[in-house]
């Protein structure tokens, strides 16, 4: 069993930063998963906003938050991370981690591709 666990959420104005992490356990080998942050803010559809391939660093990113949020990982510690620049209101959500196994070496921040999720943690921004 996947267990996820995100913290490092809080609240901010525009123009700040925050860095989330997520701590991955349980029974799996977090080398070579994709693993996933999306966001939900009220009354919205939940988005992808990032995605790292584990051990092999090759991420991707909404182009929403590229050039200002940077996913990474400490595989020492089997984290990922979430490191969120240049805040504006609008990054206002519910932020998750979320993870899959990457058969064929997909890693794609699709929503439907991911299979473990944590609870999520709240990012404010206020102007």
């Known amino acids: 069993l996947v267990h996820l666990v995100e913290s490092g959420g809080g609240s901010v104005q525009a123009g700040g930063s925050l860095r989330l992490s997520c701590a991955a356990s349980g029974g799996f080998d977090y080398r070579n998963n994709c693993m996933g942050w999306f966001r939900q803010a009220p009354g919205t559809e939940r988005e992808g906003v990032a995605a790292i391939f584990t051990t092999r660093g090759r991420t991707t990113y909404a182009g929403s938050v590229e050039g200002r949020f940077t996913v990474s990982e400490d595989i020492t510690k089997n984290t990922v991370y979430l490191q969120m620049d240049s805040l504006k209101p609008e990054d206002t959500a519910m932020y998750y981690c979320?993870?899959?196994?990457?058969?064929?070496?997909?890693?794609?921040?699709?929503?439907?591709?991911?299979?473990?999720w944590g609870q999520g943690t709240q990012v404010t921004v206020s102007s």
């Open positions: 979320a993870v899959h196994f990457a058969y064929g070496g997909r890693c794609e921040i699709l929503e439907t591709d991911f299979r473990y």
